[in-house]
């Protein structure tokens, strides 16, 4: 693939609306940190974590991903991990993440809920005052764990509401998903809906498209987090397509987790032509190599997208924000000026 569209895709003004912060932990900072808090990892180097990078399935993931997150445990390690995934985000041109966080991963292991909250949102507070970076947090519940303890991680967040409601926007779904149905948390989401938090749910990553009927009938999110697996259900493609429902898309992440075999058959550029609102996410960056442009990149060549279809990518990104009206059109006059420049 040419030089000249790669280029056109690392300038392009970009939205990331599928990342897991603890997913951005890069080996070496969890060896740095795993030294300074005197916590035992499975790896004598860097490259042996990397090494071990080579998964079957999302549970294959997701256990060395709960295992590397243990290394996370004062106030500045979730400063630091944040931080560090901003500075990938700016070299990256992405103008506003709305970033997933995993509270009952760090409160399980005795980390008060307040020390994540806190070091998250100080570094994307000074990113927007530095560097006019938008942020937003999408506290996610682990769908292996009950609905009770959803409830209690929400209870207990709430106290922090007004605090964090710069930052605080909405609450979301993930982890293992095949076995653990959205409707298992149908009174959880309701309840924060009433609160006026705005609702999304991993669904169609390795579940059955059932999963986004539910996802979208029962838990009413406003996004759905992967949903690939739509695809398999005609029915279901013609009502996101009229709804123009955003998915977010994660595509190193689908190939490493196995859920394509090959980038080349990777349905994005199929559900972006039928009009599908696709947008392209890095999901954990750090375990899947690459963040935003190499995301944006590998696909662009894999399935052939040209700069239309890369900035209509761009645009459904900043449309599926949850931001204000104003703020998603300036951004989206910045992406229009970048396109007829470029
Ligand atoms: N947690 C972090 N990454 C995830 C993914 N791709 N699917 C489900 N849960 C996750
Ligand atoms: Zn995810």
């Not at 897991?20 to 969890?30: K, R, V, Y």
């Not at 994660?250 to 032509?273: F, G, I, Q, Y």
């Amino acid at each position: 693939m040419s030089t000249q569209l790669h280029d056109f895709i690392r300038g392009l003004p970009k939205a990331e609306l599928h990342l897991h912060i603890e997913g951005s932990l890069e080996p070496e900072l969890m060896f740095a940190l795993a030294q300074k808090n005197g916590v035992q990892l499975p790896y004598a180097s860097v490259e042996e974590v990397r090494a071990a990078y080579d998964f079957a399935d999302l549970q294959s993931f997701l256990d060395l991903y709960y295992a590397g997150a243990a290394v996370l445990q004062t106030e500045q390690d979730f400063f630091d991990l944040t931080h560090a995934y901003i500075e990938r985000a700016l070299a990256d041109n992405v103008r506003h993440v709305e970033l997933f966080f995993d509270p009952q991963t760090h409160t399980a292991r005795g980390i008060h809920i307040t020390t994540v909250f806190s070091g998250i949102a100080r570094a994307l507070r000074e990113a927007r005052a530095k560097n006019g970076f938008s942020g937003a947090m999408i506290l996610c519940f682990l769908r292996h764990l009950s609905e009770e303890d959803a409830i209690a991680t929400l209870e207990a967040a709430l106290p922090l509401r007004d605090e964090y409601a710069d930052l605080w926007t909405g609450v979301g779904l993930d982890s293992a998903e095949v076995g653990n149905p959205p409707e298992k948390f149908a009174h959880v989401f309701t309840i924060a809906q009433a609160m006026g938090f705005r609702l999304v749910a991993h669904a169609g990553e390795e579940g059955p498209p059932a999963y986004i009927h539910s996802a979208l009938d029962v838990l009413q999110v406003e996004r759905i987090d992967h949903g690939v697996r739509a695809e398999e259900d005609p029915a279901l493609m013609a009502r996101l397509q009229q709804s123009r429902m955003p998915l977010t898309v994660c595509p190193l992440s689908n190939l490493k987790l196995c859920v394509v075999k090959d980038m080349r058959e990777h349905n994005l550029a199929r559900m972006l032509r039928t009009g599908l609102c696709v947008t392209i996410n890095s999901d954990d960056p750090a375990y899947f190599g690459g963040y935003m442009n190499a995301n944006y990149i590998a696909t662009a060549d894999a399935l052939e997208l040209g700069k239309e279809e890369l900035v209509q990518l761009a645009r459904n990104a900043f449309e599926a924000s949850f931001v204000s009206d104003e703020q998603k059109q300036l951004w989206l006059d910045e992406l229009e000026a970048y396109a007829q420049q470029h």
